[in-house]
């Protein structure tokens, strides 16, 4: 599985983004898909996860009620739709994948990463 993120970009406070990921192999309607971000001088963190299926989604507690991960299978690409952007959640944003399981929050169980995309928010 390749992963392609893209649609980052600068935004004022407030605004919307939506970020991407494209991701090519046959048999990526089976993998758990999630995003994660980096801040400078920050660990990477978990952002939103989802299942292959789509049905169960999983959101950090900086980001619940703001922003929303989906996926279209016919399409091969999951999208994080980001409302309401703070300063806050300024980083790289990277797409990841994982063949097994639900989402979950740490790093290393993801297999797949994408090259990231950076979403700079101005206050």
């Known amino acids: 599985v390749q992963l392609q993120a893209s649609g980052g970009g600068l935004v004022q406070a407030g605004g919307s983004l939506r970020l991407s990921c494209a991701a090519s192999?046959?048999?990526?309607?089976?993998?758990?898909m999630g995003w994660f971000r980096q801040a400078p001088g920050l660990e990477r963190e978990f952002v939103a996860g989802?299942?292959?299926?789509?049905?169960?989604?999983d959101y950090a507690d900086s980001v619940k009620g703001r922003f929303t991960i989906s996926r279209d299978n016919a399409k091969n690409t999951a999208y994080l739709e980001m409302n309401s952007l703070k300063p806050e959640d300024t980083a790289v944003y990277y797409c990841?994948?994982?063949?097994?399981?639900?989402?979950?929050?740490?790093?290393?169980?993801?297999?797949?990463w994408g090259q990231g995309t950076q979403v700079t928010v101005s206050s």
């Open positions: 192999g046959r048999t990526w309607t089976r993998y758990v």
């Open positions: 990841v994948a994982d063949p097994s399981g639900m989402p979950g929050v740490l790093p290393g169980k993801y297999e797949y």
């Open positions: 989802i299942t292959a299926s789509g049905d169960t989604t």
